[in-house]
């Protein structure tokens, strides 16, 4: 894996925010890449991903968005909220100088990115939407408010393992021991109490678990024609996802009809876009983006 710098920055509201930092040869003038997860994962979900864009020319910025990683938990449970991780964007933006970026936004990354063309559209010079749009489905949304934000603590990383191995091996099917020790590594850490608990405050999940986040709105719906309109943009889904299941693919690219599409086969919610099928069409992408 390559060398990244770690990065701490201020939101508006106050929090210390973290990100990873991965260099492009100083001499490269393409434009940086900014890295979003989703609603349980946090920044190491792209520890694979970032060195490989980066060897590209690419700087890469893998953000834990607030309540996740090395991020500050919120002070009040309604700032766990797309409008707010937005401005978190921002921020990370605003201290680094950034003011064009590609983003790649994993499921509650992409609602973020979507967000993003709503709150400063000029940051985003192309995306790429990973599993996700402005319209999901209510089988996917019920299967993760099932088990996140529900504590889990454990004494080996055996356990940690087949915990994660459980709440997504039907989207995985095809993943080995040696790939599910690889996903607890980047789910959990080591308390002080030497037991492992996962990297995110519970109180992420609250407006999934109130029914507070819906499967679509015209928010949503606005959103994405804003962010698909005169940029490129990229959608990744697994063929077996039951977020973003192919019916909800279809109403994207009816209307986008610009939105270039990549299928990754027999994976679920959501490819972690190390899959050849996403290298492809994210290599192909930036080809088109300086």
């Not at 929090?15 to 492009?24: G, S």
């Not at 890295?35 to 834990?64: K, S």
């Not at 990744?236 to 209307?255: F, H, K, P, W």
Request: proline fraction near 4%; charge should be positive; charged fraction near 20%.
């Amino acid at each position: 894996m390559s060398d990244f710098k770690e990065i701490y920055f201020n939101s508006r509201d106050g929090l210390r925010l973290y990100a990873r930092d991965y260099p492009a040869n100083p001499s490269s003038s393409k434009l940086p890449v900014i890295c979003i997860h989703g609603l349980t994962r946090n920044a190491a979900d792209f520890n694979e991903l970032a060195p490989w864009l980066a060897q590209q020319g690419r700087r890469v910025l893998a953000v834990d968005v607030r309540g996740r990683g090395r991020s500050q938990h919120a002070r009040k449970v309604t700032h766990y909220h797309p409008m707010v991780y937005a401005n978190d964007i921002l921020s990370l933006a605003e201290h680094l100088g950034i003011k064009r970026a590609v983003f790649i936004g994993t499921s509650m990354g992409g609602l973020i990115t979507m967000t993003l063309a709503l709150r400063k559209s000029s940051l985003i010079a192309a995306a790429i939407l990973n599993d996700v749009g402005p319209m999901l489905s209510q089988k996917g949304l019920d299967r993760i408010a099932s088990y996140a934000g529900e504590s889990a603590s454990f004494n080996t990383w055996e356990q940690a393992r087949n915990y994660i191995k459980n709440i997504n091996q039907s989207a995985f099917p095809h993943n080995d021991d040696a790939e599910w020790d690889k996903w607890a590594s980047r789910a959990f850490v080591e308390n002080v109490q030497g037991q492992l608990e996962l990297q995110y405050d519970p109180l992420i999940a609250t407006p999934l678990k109130t029914g507070k986040l819906k499967a679509t709105s015209w928010l949503a719906r606005w959103a994405f024609r804003r962010l698909a309109n005169k940029r490129p943009c990229l959608l990744i889904r697994g063929t077996i996802s039951d977020l973003l299941e192919s019916e909800q693919a279809d109403y994207m690219r009816r209307v986008a009809p610009g939105l270039q599409y990549a299928e990754v086969a027999g994976i679920g919610h959501a490819p972690m876009l190390t899959e050849a099928e996403s290298a492809q069409a994210i290599q192909a992408f930036l080809q088109q983006v300086e």
